[in-house]
């Protein structure tokens, strides 16, 4: 099984910066593409950002030049570093990581606990 632990979220003012991690663990065999998704109330879950196995990543128009997605490989871990917030930015944040585990085969997706971040003065 593949657990997703994810850190950081709160409460910050507009314009301001806020950091996510997500490590991956368990027995894992290797990681294909990471990715954070956000769900705020009353809408559905959007995809904010992914990055490949290689680091190449992808943004949500809405938040492309603001919010930084990054992973290290060797740690199984994914961030994302989110710059001048909006008070649109506030949803519960996912942690996705499609993980192979080790004896198995094939990809599954998996995801985090969530972790809220509030955009407010």
């Known amino acids: 099984q593949v657990q997703l632990v994810e850190s950081g979220g709160g409460l910050v003012q507009p314009g301001g910066s806020l950091g996510l991690s997500c490590a991956a663990q368990g027995s894992i065999f290797s990681i294909d593409a990471m990715a954070w998704y956000r769900q705020a109330p009353g809408k559905q879950r959007e995809l904010v950002a992914a990055?490949?196995?290689?680091?190449?990543?992808s943004y949500a128009d809405s938040v492309e030049g603001r919010f930084t997605i990054s992973r290290d490989n060797s740690k199984n871990m994914v961030y994302l570093q989110m710059n001048s917030l909006k008070p649109e930015d506030t949803a519960v944040y996912y942690c996705n990581v499609r993980a192979r585990r080790v004896a198995t085969y094939g990809y599954l997706t998996n995801w985090g606990q969530g972790t809220q971040v509030t955009v407010s003065s």
């Open positions: 990055i490949t196995p290689a680091g190449m990543p």
